[in-house]
């Protein structure tokens, strides 16, 4: 037996060896070692002559074995070589910057325009769009700010001619939107650019986005307008987040208050809110009785409530934006950044 | 307006500090922007009396005045022309912080002493301006003569000031007297008006006639003689001053002072320069005056004129003549107050481009009833302060005098608007503390307005005035109540979201722009595809909407299209990017004729510039082009499902544009995609290529859904063919696609072009052009035959229809 004796130690220590190849060079050798046609296996095969034919025949079986086994674990080896090698051709220096994707982005304005749309909407409220340019009937008359009244000057306006202008608030939208829906009840948002003739600084456009908010029916009432707003204002700009009326004057709303928020500091004082804690964001009331009767209402069934906020001063201290002009300069170096 | 708190209390009581005050009013409407102290940084200040004035040695115009402050005397240089010995005086010290009168802007200096023209100067007497007081600095602050010498002018002068904001509809607050009603109100404090003596009654001692069509509703005239003019009392002055008023003396002083006390404007004309009665009418046609400050006016239609029987001797309500106007010389006074009509006064002022304290009053409407009470405190200062004797009683036109109409209000009124409930007799008390009479019967409140209150006609008027004292911080927050309206989803609002999502999603940044532009940026596109159908991307100037009061140039017509704000867009970012790729979807304006309401029609509009991806040394370099463009366009029809649409090249469009696309949906041009031509870029100063598009986005809508049906596709595999077909370079790939499907018969399911080649080894001016054929059927696995023997038949065509080669085939 000291033929199979030879041959089993001769399988163990080739396929010890083969642990040890590293490459195609020291595979080849193992191969022409063990393998080949003066290989060690061969020579120990043609020892089988020598065996006894009862013994031959077992020794002979054992032998083959022996031999497909190594033959397998070489072209396994062979196989797991040529994987490496190719993995090698793979590597990558992944310290290199990434390929950048190709990416675009919507307004900043449009985009707090479409995340108020959305929280309104939750609330019941559907955009209603109206005109920018408007008469001075439905941009005053009709919101009981007759010709010559005192109001006018809280609008600076920029005329057309003597009965067009460029709307000065997304108010007009309310008796455009009033007539539609009448004598349903309604809730509508109107967003849209408006107007002024103000002097442009960091804190004053010319042009801005306003959201204008219009509910008109049956229990609707300054607590509401109140509990609304808090909703809007908490889902906006955190749950944190406290409101506030206070009075106020609107021609078109009666009582008219001025809706300030808490301010980022949370009430700590700082140069945003001159230390007073309150940020003002909005303003609104109840739709006063005439504006109503404007819309084809009868204020003693129905009551509505109506508020009106600037966009961008709104969202400018959420971004520490300090400059209101940034907005319309399309400047890709701004844009970029909340796209 | 400015509210010096020491005016304040002396006719209302408050307990509570006054920050607390200023925050209540503020939540009640009545805006406090600013709590003010003066004299707070007055440290080194004092009340000092000049003893002796003596000349310069080195200067004319500069005197040397020695001051007594209490704890000794300095010597101070000043050239101050009104300064004289026996004057009390502020006396400020070494290291005192004073106003910079000579800067432009709020500036403070510390004072130090120095030679001044070789004679030392160890403090200073103090101008209103270096104290902050106001604007005066052509002399210095001559202060009460009562005032104590040594104290600290802290003590004489300073106070605390309220700055308000009012709204218009405060009018009736805007006053002393005014304010101290809404902290009566709010604070629950006690009110104490002044003591009015009354006017005397007797027989009018100047006579009044008032046109009939003069706009006004009440006037005034009483004549005062025994006038002598010269400073306002000491208190009536630094009230002026504390409210940031000029003085000037003391008749003017004084009907200021009731003004801010009461909130009624009031003038006095000199009597002796009025001829005969007094007759208030409407201006004549091109009717002139030189007012008060000097200036030669002319009166627009309408203006309401205080004249005599021969010429105008003020602007009613607005300003006084010069020639009437009280001076030194003046001995007689004919005091007038009045309540003018407030539209034609603001009318008038803003024809004439003038506006007064007055005017600012007149314009927000004033209380006819105030006017009397007005009068009589304004009689009675100059009687008590200037010795003035009245003569007569007042003329007093007041042709329909009456308190207005009580106003019924139920106290479930002020629930269904402010959602909670107040009750009747709560209501009525906070009426009450305004001003009004109240009465109530069960629930039902009656409010008489006050004179002052003309502005409360209707019970959403109470419900307001309840609201804010009651106060807005004790209302709840609650959400709506009652039917929600009907839901409907707004297709067209979702479908432009959906259209600015995918257009960032391709890479594109949205901007948004101004609808105001100018002639100049508008020009850039004059000419540009304007002999073709499609949206118009520049228009002639009569055709603009114009702004008659533009705030620039850069701002005044109303943007006819979105290219040429989005060109200059693009060339403003060509200066720190180089890849520029934008859109803006919004409105144009287009207009329909003079006082009618123009179109505004939405557009889609982009540009781009630079390499396709963004630069990285792993992507190979390619520019955009408008290949590029037309991607995107088709990308976003397919999302939005738009399939009737057309893409075709455009004929000869001029320098404008170049390797122009025009886009017809639903058979008509709706849109262009191209590449800007020399003139355009030379407008804009931009060397870059650029690809543009501008689409009318109305007739995207009209063919665009949010719904998209399912197709259904076989599940059987495809079997791929080539075919590279060489053609004349002047071959539009387009007439290649249609041939190939026009021939590949029923089982060509998919064609795609994979590989565009010229050059070597091809014959010079040809191309060949690499397309993938996919046959497939629904049913079974197509042959390999099967597929061959329909790409032959693609191949026939070819070569029939385009004298086309296929390569490999045709080429042995």
Known sequence: MVLAEDLDELRRSALAALEAVGSERELEEWRVRYLARRGELARAMSRLGELPAEERRAAGQAANRAKDELQQAYEGAAESLRRRAAGADHQVDVTLPGVPPVTGGLHLTRQALYESVRIFAHMGFTVFETNEVETDELNFGLLNIPPDHPARDMWDTLYIDDELLLRTHTSPGQIRAMRAYCPEPLRVILPGKCHRYEAVSARAESMFYQIEGLAVGHGITLASLKGVFEAYAQQMFGPERRIRFRGSYFPFTEPSVEIDITCHCMGRGCALCKGTGWLEISGGGMVHPVVLENGGYDPSDVTGFAFGMGIERTIMPRHGIDDIRYFYGNDLRFLRQFA | ?812
């Not at chain 2, 306002?232 to 003396?249: D, K, S």
């Not at chain 2, 419900?463 to 297709?491: C, M, S």
């Open chain 2, 1 to 812: 307006m400015r509210v010096p708190v020491s005016w304040l209390r002396e006719y209302v009581e408050f307990e509570q500090p006054i920050e607390e005050v200023a925050h209540l009013l503020t939540i009640a409407g009545l805006e406090v922007k600013a709590i003010e102290r003066t004299g707070g940084d007055w440290d080194r200040v004092f009340v000092g009396r000049v003893e002796r004035v003596e000349p310069h040695p080195n200067a004319d115009r500069l005197v040397l005045a020695t001051v007594d402050y209490g704890r000794g005397e300095l010597t101070v240089v000043t050239g101050a022309p009104n300064i004289a010995e026996g004057q009390k005086v502020a006396l400020a010290l070494e290291g005192a912080v004073l106003d910079d009168p000579y800067s432009e802007t709020p500036r403070r200096r510390r004072l130090k002493a120095g030679k001044i023209r070789g004679v030392r100067s160890e403090g200073m007497v103090c101008s209103e301006r270096e104290l902050g007081l106001g604007g005066d600095h052509e002399g210095i602050l001559v202060l009460d003569p009562r005032t104590p010498v040594g104290a600290p002018l802290a003590e004489v002068l300073g106070d605390v000031v309220l700055e308000f904001d009012l709204t218009p509809n405060f009018a009736y607050a805007s006053s002393i007297v005014g304010i101290a009603r809404e902290v009566a109100a709010i604070t629950g404090g006690r009110l104490r008006l002044p003591e009015v003596p009354p006017l005397p009654m007797a027989d009018p001692g100047v006579q009044v006639r008032v046109a009939p069509d003069a706009a006004l509703s009440r006037y005034m005239l009483q004549r005062l003689d025994n006038i002598t003019v010269a400073p306002a009392p000491a208190y009536v002055q630094e009230r002026l001053r504390a409210c940031g008023l000029r003085t000037i003396n003391n008749v003017v002083d004084i009907t200021n002072y009731v003004m801010l006390e009461y909130g009624q404007p009031l003038h006095p004309f000199d009597a002796s320069r009025v001829e005969g009665d007094v007759v208030v009418r409407p201006a004549h046609p091109g009717e002139r005056l030189e007012t008060l400050d000097h200036q030669v006016r002319e009166m627009p239609p309408g203006t309401v004129m205080i004249a005599d029987e021969e010429k105008a001797i003020g602007i009613g309500g607005i300003m006084g003549g010069l020639d009437s106007e009280v001076s030194e010389s003046t001995t007689s006074v004919l005091l007038e107050s009045a309540t003018f009509d407030a539209p034609r006064i603001r009318r008038s002022s803003r024809e004439m481009g003038l506006r007064t304290d007055a005017s600012a009053r007149f314009e927000r409407g004033t209380d006819p009833d105030l006017a009397a009470v007005a009068l009589a405190r304004a009689v009675g200062l100059l009687v008590h302060e200037v010795g003035a004797r009245p003569v007569g009683g007042p003329s007093d036109w007041y042709p329909a005098p009456g308190l207005p109409e009580p106003v019924r209000l139920d106290a479930s009124e002020i629930e269904r608007q402010l959602g909670v409930k107040i009750p009747a007799g709560e209501a009525a008390k906070i009426l009450a503390s305004l001003g009004f009479g109240t009465s109530v019967e069960g629930s039902t409140i009656f409010a008489a307005p006050p004179s002052f209150r003309r502005d409360v006609t209707r019970p959403a008027d109470l419900v307001e005035e309840v609201g804010r004292i009651w106060g807005y911080d004790n209302i709840p927050a609650e959400l709506p109540k009652g039917e929600l309206p009907a839901q409907t989803a707004d297709e067209a609002a979702l479908l432009e979201r959906t259209a600015r999502e995918w257009l960032a999603g391709a890479g594109l940044q949205e901007v948004i722009n101004y609808d105001l532009t100018s002639l100049k940026v508008l020009d850039a596109f004059r000419g540009v595809l304007s002999s073709v159908e499609g949206p118009a991307l520049w228009r002639p100037e009569d055709e603009l909407l114009k702004v008659l009061n533009p705030l620039s140039t850069e701002h005044e017509y109303l943007r006819p299209a979105l290219l040429p704000e989005l060109l200059q867009n693009l060339a403003h970012n060509l200066r720190h990017d180089e890849r520029v790729w934008l859109f803006e979807l919004d409105r144009v304006f287009v207009s329909r004729g003079p006082r009618t309401l123009p179109d505004e029609p939405k557009r889609l509009g982009i540009v781009l510039t630079g390499p396709r991806r963004p630069r990285s040394p792993l992507v190979r370099e390619e520019g955009t082009g408008v290949l590029d463009l037309k991607g995107i366009v088709e990308g976003l029809l397919r999302e939005l499902n738009v399939s009737e649409y057309d893409l075709c090249p455009l004929e000869a469009p001029g320098d404008g544009a170049l390797n122009a696309l025009g886009l017809s949906i639903g058979g008509r041009c709706a849109g262009f995609l191209f590449e800007l031509g020399e003139r355009p870029l030379a407008a804009a100063d931009v060397s870059a290529r650029v690809a543009a598009a501008e689409i009318e986005w109305d007739a995207v809508l009209a063919h665009a859904s949010l719904v998209r049906r399912f197709r259904p596709f076989s599940r059987f595999p495809a079997v791929r063919q080539d075919i590279a077909v060489l053609v004349p370079d002047s071959t539009p790939a387009e007439s290649v696609r249609r041939v190939i499907e026009g021939s590949g018969g029923r089982y060509l399911r998919h064609l795609d072009l994979v590989e565009i080649y010229s050059g070597d080894p091809l014959p010079g001016g040809t191309k060949s052009l690499l397309y993938r054929l996919g046959f497939q059927a629904d049913d079974r696995t197509l042959t390999e035959d099967e597929a061959s023997r329909a790409r032959r038949g693609v191949e026939r065509a070819l070569r029939e229809q385009l004298g086309a080669r296929i390569r490999g085939a045709d080429d042995q």
